[in-house]
């Protein structure tokens, strides 16, 4: 066992516990709505099937939803069912990843609010979602964080 196979082996796989099983559960639900709203924005990018007028993207770099559609599919969507995946076969990156995409969901949500003119229900739902899935990948990572260190050195 060469020395960076021995220090891995050292640094404990994320354990599902309450903190992994909410980080997970609240990805899959992140991707459901995330994947949900891709495919009504990249289907008709002129917003008409959720009903969102193309003025909302008045001073935004988008002339129509395609490419936020895109973006919220790809990353919000595919990417939280691929980090679920990952957590539930308790890789060591899950945790770590399931942070980035809930701190990433704050961030969407809130640059969402600064383009567009208006305020929906599923702004603070989706905020508070990744809000959670951040606070579940911090407690649930937090072994592994440790044994990472330590095995620095």
Not at 51 to 58: R, W, Y
Not at 115 to 141: C, D, E, K, M, Q
Request: charged share 10%; net charge positive.
């Amino acid at each position: 066992m060469t020395t960076s196979t021995a220090a891995t082996a050292s640094i404990p796989a994320p354990a599902i516990g309450r903190a992994g099983r909410v980080a997970v559960g609240l990805l899959v639900w992140l991707g459901i709505g995330a994947l949900a709203g891709s495919v009504a924005l990249v289907s008709k990018p002129d917003g008409s099937v959720m009903k969102l007028p193309l003025s909302m993207l008045t001073g935004s770099p988008f002339p129509d939803f395609l490419v936020p559609g895109l973006i919220l599919g790809g990353v919000f969507g595919v990417g939280s069912f691929a980090v679920a995946f990952m957590g539930l076969r308790r890789w060591r990156i899950a945790p770590f990843l399931a942070f980035a995409i809930g701190c990433g969901q704050m961030i969407w949500i809130v640059v969402e609010l600064a383009i567009i003119n208006g305020v929906s229900i599923l702004h603070p739902l989706y905020f508070l979602t990744g809000l959670a899935i951040a606070a579940a990948a911090v407690r649930w990572g937090w072994p592994t964080f440790r044994g990472w260190r330590a095995s620095r050195g």
